[in-house]
């Protein structure tokens, strides 16, 4: 836990922009990381920085050999923070666009057969395998998941796994539930029955939470929006297998080496996300005496997911003289009260409330929070669970205990005053 370190949150918050306020609000607490972490200076600075370059890359100048230089750089440091040795990354208009991308050439790159996913997933993955398995001829067949976890399993994708199963795709992290997926555990069970199937991964819930572990998920795609990872908006990263990137893709004709990205990329944006691997490597040397970047990146993950859960235990049982979101009357909460599964995000509900009040109350009182509505985006965890909307509070390990029982207090005002009325 960050907070072992004396005077390290601190020096993580320290390390952010607009970490206690927004610049057009003033003095507030952030729980909406999920849709959007906190950007590092760093990245502000760097951001700043690349955008006064006029240089290209592949011109024979200084300048652009520097550029070159920090593309190279980043995809090195993509590598150790995802470890993955092999394969890919490139980068891309967004992480939404990545994932359509990757769809579409595993579904028209296959022979006849199935794509496979589940109702967890974000619409992501949801819309590019509906699109593209109806372009491609092949059924889309979508495995129910669990919603009392929230989460979904190879138990539940084990009986739809069929030996033509071609494209799958899993969630590793739902945005409304909150509730990670074990990958690895789901893709063995896809290759069990179906060993050439090409299995594409939603990240970009997940990465903001670290323990990222390319090799050890056996997959072909994995996607990350830097926004959600304390980067910027304005570009998406992707990594792809070598099996995938041999499939017919967009390119230039002629293009060297058949390249999956499209056009003059902005070097700022890989730039900005050696950025966010130095920052990981940064904390995590705050909890290992290795000097191997990964074994410090790996360090990271452990410390932010131990945070992390230390936060949504106080959210849901209290902490000081807060009492917690189970004990409060009224209030349901999405995936269930002791749930391991769990990423630093509650949803929940209020009995006699709209989510959309609940939010402007919490507003009212310095809160962040987020509407979850039952819509294109959220509609396949809320409908089963009989919700129109739900309050997503999502928090990452730049938050802290004390904020926490800000939120909390502000929830015991909100709930009782429900209680009254």
């Known amino acids: ?149 929230g989460s979904v399993g190879p138990d539940e994708y084990a009986p739809e796994i069929t030996p033509d199963t071609r494209v799958a795709t899993i969630l590793h992290t739902s945005p409304v539930t909150g509730m990670g997926v074990d990958v690895a555990a789901v893709a063995r069970a896809i290759r069990a029955v179906a060993p050439e199937c090409f299995i594409i991964v939603d990240g970009i819930q997940h990465a903001a939470h670290g323990r990222l572990d390319i090799a050890g998920y056996d997959v072909d795609g994995y996607v990350v929006s830097p926004y959600k990872a304390f980067s910027r908006h304005g570009y998406g990263v992707a990594w792809v297998s070598d099996r995938l990137s041999a499939l017919p893709h967009d390119h230039l004709l002629d293009a060297p080496g058949a390249p999956w990205e499209l056009g003059t990329r902005d070097t700022g944006a890989y730039a900005t996300f050696s950025d966010v691997v130095d920052y990981f490597e940064w904390l995590g040397s705050h909890f290992t005496v290795a000097e191997d970047r990964r074994a410090r990146i790996v360090a990271a993950g452990e410390a932010i997911h131990a945070h992390e859960k230390a936060l949504t235990d106080a959210m849901l049982r209290g902490v000081g003289n807060q009492k917690g979101l189970a004990d409060m009357a009224g209030v349901t909460i999405v995936g269930g009260v002791d749930n391991p599964r769990r990423e630093g995000l509650v949803s929940l ?60 207090a502000a929830m015991r005002e909100i709930t009782e005053g429900a209680e009254g009325a």
């Open 1 to 149: 836990m960050l907070t072992s370190k004396p005077g390290l949150m601190d020096e993580v918050r320290a390390r952010f922009a607009h970490v206690d306020a927004c610049p057009f609000d003033g003095p507030r607490v952030f729980f909406e990381n999920a849709g959007g972490a906190l950007t590092l200076n760093s990245v502000v600075e760097t951001t700043a920085r690349m955008a006064a370059i006029p240089d290209n890359q592949g011109r024979d100048n200084p300048a652009s050999h520097a550029l070159v230089a920090m593309i190279d750089k980043a995809k090195a440091d993509m590598r150790v923070l995802f470890n993955a040795p092999d394969g890919q990354f490139f980068v891309g208009e967004s992480g939404t666009e990545l994932i359509f991308r990757l769809v579409r050439a595993a579904a028209m790159g296959t022979p006849s057969g199935r794509v496979l996913g589940s109702t967890l997933e974000h619409p992501a993955t949801r819309s590019s395998a509906a699109k593209w398995a109806a372009a491609a001829g092949k059924p889309h067949v979508l495995v129910r998941h669990d919603v009392a976890t």
């Open 349 to 408: 509900s209020v009995a006699g409330r709209e989510a959309p009040e609940v939010v402007a109350a919490l507003r009212d009182r310095g809160v962040r929070t987020h509407t979850r509505k039952a819509d294109h985006y959220s509609g396949n965890i809320l409908d089963p669970m009989g919700l129109a909307t739900c309050v997503r509070v999502s928090m990452c390990h730049y938050n802290t205990e004390a904020e926490v029982a800000r939120f909390l």
